[in-house]
């Protein structure tokens, strides 16, 4: 039989080739057809759903201050790619709007709602109001750690795939999941085990998780039986795919990865 791989989802739109969570990123994984990519939602002063993960502004663009202290007007003056290389010195900070046009439901697009330390209240509202005009609902997740906003949103719009957030274990995850109106799991790797990625799937959820960089960490999820892999480097992991698909044996493959680090 077959192996069926999980799907790759780019980090912040795959944080080793680009600065994350920038236009330019997310175009290079519309044009290698990647699964999906993932991506962090703040709200500017004036309303707008901005693309960007850390409100702190100092973090990944030449600005200071929080993003809901700005307009839009304000964040687009912005260099959200000078910090990584000059080549992408003239990337702004993306709204939601624009990622979704660029996208236009050709990949998975994992929208990670910020809503802490500060509350956007309604947030779900705005969202809603842009993933309706967009009309790609099954190719939509919406994830985040305040589940309390999950469950507002997941009311609201149940058509809609909504993912869990957790770096831990729940005592009953399907239950909580239900409570919470959540159709997919998005569990750290660390606080990952195999028991509990196929207690979720018997219960109908799907498993996405974050965030895997190295071989051994992508040949684990895999051997889990994972649904999705979101990970910084899109390409080594298509890689990684493609060669397991390819060899007889996973030692086989672990020795051919091993070998190449032994000449570098």
Same mark, same amino acid.
């Given at each position: 039989m077959k192996r069926k791989f999980p799907r790759i989802i780019a980090h912040r739109g795959g944080r080793k080739w680009g600065p994350e969570n920038t236009l330019a990123v997310f175009s290079k994984c519309v044009d290698s057809a990647f699964d999906g990519i993932?991506?962090?939602?703040? #709200?500017?002063?004036?309303? +707008?759903?901005? &693309?960007?993960?850390?409100?702190? %502004?100092?973090?990944?663009?030449?600005?200071?201050?929080? &993003?809901?202290?700005? *307009? @839009?007007?304000?964040?687009?003056?912005? !260099?959200?790619?000078?910090?990584? !290389? /000059? +080549?992408?010195? /003239? +990337?702004?900070i993306p709204t939601l709007k624009e990622v979704l046009d660029l996208v236009a439901g050709r990949l998975v697009i994992n929208v990670e709602v910020k809503n802490a330390p500060d509350a956007y209240p309604g947030i779900e509202d705005d969202l809603i109001e842009l993933l309706d005009d967009y009309g790609h609902e099954q190719t939509v997740i919406v994830s985040s750690f305040d589940h309390a906003f999950l469950k507002r949103f997941s009311a609201k719009a149940p058509a809609y795939k909504t993912g869990l957030l957790i770096n831990g274990l729940l005592l009953d995850l399907p239950a909580y999941a239900e409570e919470v109106g959540a159709a997919a799991w998005h569990p750290q790797f660390v606080n990952l085990r195999a028991r509990e990625v196929k207690q979720a799937q018997r219960a109908g959820m =799907? &498993?996405?998780?974050?965030? @895997?960089? =190295?071989? *051994?960490?992508? %040949? !684990?999820?895999? #051997?889990? $039986?994972?649904? $999705?892999? &979101?990970?910084?480097?899109?390409? $080594? @992991?298509?890689?990684?795919?493609?060669?397991?698909? *390819?060899? /007889? !044996?996973? #030692?086989? %493959?672990?020795g051919k990865s091993k070998r190449r680090k032994g000449k570098g």
């Open positions: 993932e991506l962090d939602v703040h #709200r500017a002063k004036t309303g +707008e759903l901005v &693309v960007v993960h850390f409100d702190d %502004l100092t973090k990944t663009t030449n600005g200071k201050g929080l &993003v809901k202290d700005k *307009s @839009l007007a304000r964040l687009k003056k912005l !260099s959200a790619g000078a910090w990584f !290389s /000059q +080549e992408f010195a /003239q +990337e702004k =799907e &498993v996405n998780v974050w965030t @895997l960089n =190295e071989v *051994s960490e992508w %040949l !684990s999820a895999v #051997r889990m $039986g994972v649904d $999705g892999i &979101v990970t910084d480097d899109p390409e $080594g @992991l298509r890689a990684f795919l493609d060669k397991l698909g *390819s060899v /007889q !044996s996973e #030692r086989e %493959l672990l």
